[in-house]
C-alpha cells in the first residue's frame, strides 16, 4: 500500500470518527444563569394603603335655621375662628318648655366636655413634657455611649407620640370650646319669638382647609345637618389593610416604605399602630379574607409631600427583617433536593449540584449561609431535565 492511499484512509477514518462523536455527543442544554453577589437581603410585606387626616371636624348646624350661600370651594384655607357657616332663624316659634330644657341640657353637656378635655389637655401636655425630658437625658447618656441606640431610638419615638396627643387634645379642646358656644348660642337664640334676631355665625375651631361642603346655594338646614367638614392637610397618616397573618409580624415603631404616591422615591414611615380587630374583605378573586388596619404616620418631611391629599392611594412596605453585606442569588435559583436547598453552579460548561444552606429570604433574594462563593455563576430558573453533570450552554 502506498503512502498516499494510507494517509487518504486514515484521513477517512478520522473523518468518520469525528462525525460519529458530533453525532453521539450530547447537547449541551440552553440556561439562563447570574452570578451570586454580596448585598442586602431585607424581607418585607407590601399592601395597598389611603391617606387620611389625623383630625377631621365636621361643622353641623346646631339649631334648624336658613343656611346662607356657601362661598368657601373645596381646598380653600380656614384659620382659626374664621366665619365658615352664617346661618339666619326660620319664621318659626320659640322653642316650647320641653325643647329649652333639652338646650339647656346639651349647652351643660358641651360645658363639661369642656371641662374634661382641658384635664385631657394637662395630662397630655405633662406626659409630652416628661417624654422630652427623658430623652434629653437619653440622648446625653447614649453621647457618652451608656445606653443602646435602641433605647434612644425609642425615647425618640415616644416623645413624637406624645407632641402628636398633646396637639390632638389641644384640637379636642378647642372643638369643645366651639361646641359649647354653639349649645349656648342655640339656646339664646331659640328663646327668643322673634325671626329677625342677628344671623348666627359658625366658626372654624382649627385651621386647616375645606374638605368637603355640603351644601352651596341657600336654603333650609335642620339641627344636626352637616354643612361643611375641615381638616389640617400636615397632620396626614396612612391607613393600610393587611392580612391577618402578616399583620402579626408587625411591630410599633417598624419602618416602612411607601411607593406609587405620585413621585418615583419613596417616602419614609413608621407603624404607630396595628389594630386589634379584623375585618372581612373580598378579594378580586372572590376569596374572603380577614384583614386588619395598620396606622403609619409619615416621617418624610413635610415639604416632599405637600400635593399628597386626603384619601390618596399608597403602597406601603413593612420591613420585617434586613442582612447586610451577604452573599445573596435570586431565589429562582433554588431548588429542593430532597430535605435540603440547593443550586446548579455553572462549572466547566457543565451544571454542578451544590447543596446550600439558607438564611434570610426576603423579595427576589435569599442569603446564602455556605455552600456557595460571591462571584459564582449559578443557573436561574433550572429545568427539570437538568441534572447533575450535564452539558449546558449559557443564553
Known amino acids: 500500500m502506498t503512502r498516499a492511499r494510507l494517509f ?30 454580596t448585598g442586602d437581603v431585607v424581607d418585607s410585606v407590601e399592601a395597598e394603603g389611603r391617606t387620611r387626616l389625623l383630625d377631621r371636624y365636621l361643622i353641623t348646624a346646631p339649631i334648624a335655621a336658613q343656611a346662607r350661600r356657601q362661598v368657601l370651594e373645596v381646598g ?26 333639652e338646650a339647656t341640657a346639651t349647652a351643660d353637656a358641651a360645658g363639661s366636655q369642656l371641662r374634661g378635655a382641658g384635664e385631657d389637655l394637662a395630662a397630655a401636655e405633662a406626659a409630652a413634657a416628661q417624654t422630652a425630658s427623658e430623652l434629653a437625658r437619653l440622648e446625653s447618656l447614649g453621647e457618652r455611649n451608656l445606653v443602646s441606640r435602641e433605647q434612644v431610638e425609642r425615647a425618640r419615638t415616644l416623645d413624637q407620640r406624645a407632641s402628636r396627643e398633646a396637639a390632638s387634645a389641644r384640637f379636642r379642646q378647642a372643638t369643645a370650646r366651639h361646641q359649647l358656644e354653639a349649645a349656648r348660642a342655640a339656646l339664646a337664640l331659640g328663646s327668643r319669638a322673634r325671626s329677625d334676631e342677628p344671623a348666627l355665625e359658625l366658626t372654624a375651631p382649627v385651621g386647616g382647609v375645606v374638605l368637603r361642603r355640603y351644601h352651596e346655594s341657600s336654603r333650609p338646614v335642620q339641627a344636626g345637618e352637616p354643612l361643611l367638614e375641615i381638616g389640617d392637610p400636615a397632620a396626614m397618616e396612612i391607613e393600610v389593610d393587611v392580612l391577618s397573618a402578616d399583620a402579626v409580624r408587625l411591630r410599633d415603631g417598624m419602618p416602612v416604605q ?40 409619615i416621617t418624610s418631611d413635610r415639604e416632599r409631600w405637600l400635593r399628597l391629599g386626603d384619601a390618596y392611594r399608597v ?24 430535605e435540603d436547598w440547593a443550586v446548579f ?45 450535564l452539558a449546558v450552554r449559557l443564553r
Request: hydrophobic share 50%; net charge negative; proline share 7%.
Open 8 to 37: 487518504r484512509y486514515s484521513a477517512s477514518a478520522l473523518a468518520v470518527l469525528a462525525l460519529a462523536w458530533l453525532a453521539l455527543r450530547p447537547t449541551p442544554v440552553p440556561v439562563d444563569s447570574v452570578l451570586a453577589d
Open 76 to 101: 380653600d384655607a380656614v384659620a382659626v375662628d374664621q366665619v365658615l357657616v352664617v346661618l339666619d332663624p326660620l319664621p318659626a316659634p320659640a322653642l316650647d318648655p320641653r325643647a329649652r330644657a
Open 258 to 297: 411607601l411607593f406609587r404616591w405620585g413621585e418615583d422615591a419613596p417616602l419614609d414611615g413608621r407603624v404607630r399602630r396595628v389594630e386589634p380587630a379584623g375585618f372581612t374583605k373580598v378579594s378580586a378573586l372572590g376569596v374572603e379574607e380577614q384583614r386588619v388596619w395598620v396606622i403609619v404616620e
Open 315 to 338: 403602597n406601603a412596605r413593612f420591613e420585617l427583617a434586613r442582612r447586610e453585606g451577604v452573599v445573596r442569588v435570586p431565589t429562582s435559583a433554588l431548588f429542593r433536593a430532597g
Open 345 to 389: 453552579r455553572v462549572l466547566d460548561d457543565e451544571a454542578v449540584l451544590t447543596p446550600v444552606a439558607l438564611g434570610l429570604r426576603g423579595g427576589a433574594w435569599a442569603e446564602i449561609g455556605s455552600g456557595l462563593e460571591a462571584g459564582e455563576r449559578v443557573v436561574v430558573h433550572p429545568d427539570r431535565s437538568l441534572a447533575d453533570g
